[in-house]
């Protein structure tokens, strides 16, 4: 078989046992790879509402038919369940070597269900696997920490996918962790592995993966990384990395500040990329990536990759903190306790704006100090002002009666960019499949990178977010459903013609970019229904991001507001777009048109 191995891992933590089976290749042919083949072994594997901590939910790790071969930025895992942040589903991916150790060892994806006695190590060499006993040497491990004994215990070429004591504790937005630096951030996995006692998958694999004619098919990379990937399009990526978003968010006044209070940072001149260019150190690159987008930093003694531009939006200007050293301290601390970076600092930024306004005393204030330093330690752990933290924006805001404060969508914290003066990302938060999130439609790049659309306006936004902008490479939900079905990452800004370009080898013939567009639009659809099935709630946003009583009195985008008529006329043009109903409900005629093959 050619780039799929062909082999699905079952494993039941409950009863130490493992099985395999085919890959259903019908469903890969449907869905191909990464997000869209996930999802459709989430609607079959996931028992219906069932609660996501509870035994039976399963955590899938998928890979993509281009994992584990020279195709740049495809070697990327997707991480896949029903959130215990959001009680919808969730894909969240991580770059590094996992996914192609995965295929080496000859797997496309690992289905992981129950919940061990007592903690454990999954291990996976090949066609052996073993539960090892966690408890005594690896539970209560950082990040760093369970990686660097695992590799000293089994196999130092061993790659390993685990959590930190966030996950053990179950805080909502714990991550997990692989290469140290490479995250599965958003969603809540890490508190999934906790709830399962599992702390960490350790594989290593001796196969390779087949391309076919292996000889055409290196010839066709060549020329598509040189016509295609080392071009200035995307080695910003290289050369200075996210931060390089700063200036011109800032500038736009998007950039959210002091608990979303403002969307310019007087600070952002400290924690831009040219302060990050002074303290770069390298380079480093996820297996067999020619862009090599990891920018490595030192300063104040903290060494490692990071921090990416929604770190520094969050945990930065969110927080009120201008000090770079602090900042690349506080993602440190985040890293290795194994915390998502948007979640974690969009809840001490909350609880830093309900001390200044005195509706709690939680001793942080915005700015940079040791008390914000010691937070992400303190929420690990669920100690001190930790146990309240751990709550998340959602629930802490409603505690003390301020939910107005708490800027989230579906429970799950926004990422860096106020929808007040770029519009069309408003819309995309409330339509996303996994709650507030910008890489399903990344309509900021038009309003505000580019400058190709206004960003004060929604005519045309429905659609924008819908389709996106695909002759750059701009990601709308159905482009990026079906590039996250690659699995490629967001910093190839690789086109559906592209795609075809790859496609044709993996099946043989001939794609169309109308087929390209057709397949995601069927798995963002697949996505849909799903949520529907678990009770998603109503597509919605932070009413203070779109009133117009809310709109900003200074800065770049003073005096801008989506309005609270355009937005809900807006959203009901979605739905018309996309075929589905008042409800956001698809109807039979879009998904029989579209081949998915599920119902409700």
């Known amino acids: 078989m050619d780039f799929y191995q062909g082999k699905v891992l079952r494993v039941d933590l409950t009863s130490h046992t493992v099985t395999t089976e085919p890959l259903n290749m019908e469903w890969a042919e449907r869905y191909f790879g990464g997000k869209g083949l996930l999802f459709r072994y989430l609607w079959d594997c996931v028992p219906h509402q069932v609660d996501p901590r509870s035994p039976e939910n399963p955590v899938i790790l998928m890979t993509?038919?281009?994992?584990?071969?020279?195709?740049?930025?495809?070697?990327?895992?997707v991480v896949g369940a029903k959130s215990p942040t959001t009680g919808i589903l969730d894909d969240s991916y991580a770059g590094g070597s996992?996914?192609?150790?995965?295929?080496?060892?000859?797997?496309?994806a690992i289905i992981i269900t129950g919940k061990a006695p007592q903690p454990v190590v999954l291990w996976v060499k090949d066609d052996q696997v073993e539960f090892l006993a966690a408890t005594d040497k690896y539970w209560g491990l950082k990040t760093?920490?369970?990686?660097?004994?695992?590799?000293?215990?089994?196999?130092?070429?061993?790659?390993?996918?685990?959590?930190?004591?966030?996950?053990?504790?179950?805080i909502p937005w714990a991550c997990l962790s692989t290469d140290q630096f490479h995250k599965a951030g958003r969603g809540g996995h890490g508190a999934l592995f906790?709830?399962?006692?599992?702390?960490?998958?350790?594989?290593?694999?001796?196969g390779s993966v087949s391309v076919g004619d292996a000889r055409a098919f290196l010839a066709d990379m060549r020329r598509i990384h040189r016509e295609y990937v080392l071009t200035a399009f995307n080695l910003w990526a290289n050369e200075e990395g996210t931060p390089i978003l700063v200036d011109p968010v800032n500038g736009?006044?998007?950039?959210?500040?002091?608990?979303?209070?403002?969307?310019w940072f007087e600070g952002a001149g400290s924690i831009n990329s040219e302060s990050l260019l002074k303290v770069k150190v390298g380079n480093r690159a996820c297996y067999q990536c020619a862009i090599g987008c990891r920018q490595v930093h030192e300063a104040g003694g903290v060494r490692g990759e990071g921090p990416e531009y929604e770190t520094i939006a969050l945990c930065g200007a969110n927080c009120g903190v201008?000090?770079?050293?602090?900042?690349?301290?506080?993602?440190?601390?985040?890293?290795?306790?194994?915390?998502?970076?948007?979640?974690?600092?969009?809840?001490?930024?909350?609880?830093?704006?309900?001390?200044?306004?005195?509706?709690?005393?939680?001793?942080?204030k915005f700015g940079p100090s040791e008390a914000y330093l010691a937070a992400p330690g303190l929420i690990a752990r669920r100690e001190g002002i930790g146990a309240e933290l751990a709550l998340g924006v959602r629930a802490l805001a409603a505690k003390y009666g301020v939910p107005e404060l708490g800027m989230e969508v579906k429970n799950l914290e926004l990422p860096g960019y106020d929808p007040r003066g770029a519009f069309g990302m408003g819309l995309a938060y409330a339509t996303s499949d996994r709650g507030g999130c910008h890489m399903r439609a990344y309509s900021i790049a038009d309003e505000v990178l580019e400058g190709t659309r206004p960003p004060d306006t929604m005519e045309g936004k429905a659609a924008q977010v819908i389709a996106g902008n695909v002759s750059n490479g701009f990601i709308g939900q159905n482009f990026s459903s079906i590039k996250f079905s690659g699995i490629f990452c967001d910093f190839w800004a690789v086109t559906p013609?592209?795609?075809?370009?790859?496609?044709?080898?993996?099946?043989?013939r001939d794609f169309s970019e109308e087929d390209i567009m057709t397949m995601g639009e069927r798995i963002w659809n697949l996505g849909r229904l799903f949520n529907l099935r678990e009770g998603v709630e109503p597509d919605s946003l932070p009413r203070k991001l779109y009133a117009r009583d809310s709109a900003f009195v200074d800065g770049p985008s003073a005096g801008k507001a989506i309005g609270e008529e355009?937005?809900?006329?807006?959203?009901?043009?979605?739905?018309?777009?996309?075929?589905?109903?008042e409800r956001g409900v698809p109807t039979e005629e879009k998904l029989a048109e579209l081949g998915v093959d599920v119902r409700l």
């Open 98 to 108: 996992f996914a192609p150790e995965m295929k080496f060892a000859g797997y496309d």
């Open 64 to 77: 993509g038919p281009f994992a584990g071969t020279n195709v740049s930025t495809a070697s990327r895992l």
């Open 194 to 206: 906790g709830a399962k006692n599992l702390k960490a998958v350790a594989i290593r694999g001796t």
């Open 497 to 508: 013609e592209q795609l075809a370009q790859m496609f044709k080898h993996v099946w043989k």
């Open 566 to 581: 355009t937005f809900e006329a807006t959203l009901q043009e979605y739905y018309r777009l996309r075929g589905w109903d």
């Open 252 to 263: 736009a006044g998007v950039l959210p500040t002091r608990n979303w209070s403002a969307g």
């Open 322 to 364: 201008g000090d770079l050293e602090a900042l690349m301290r506080f993602n440190r601390e985040c890293d290795e306790w194994g915390l998502d970076t948007i979640s974690c600092g969009a809840v001490v930024a909350l609880a830093m704006d309900l001390t200044e306004k005195g509706i709690a005393d939680f001793g942080l």
């Open 144 to 170: 760093s920490e369970i990686e660097d004994a695992l590799r000293e215990d089994l196999d130092e070429e061993v790659k390993v996918l685990s959590i930190g004591p966030a996950g053990e504790n179950l």
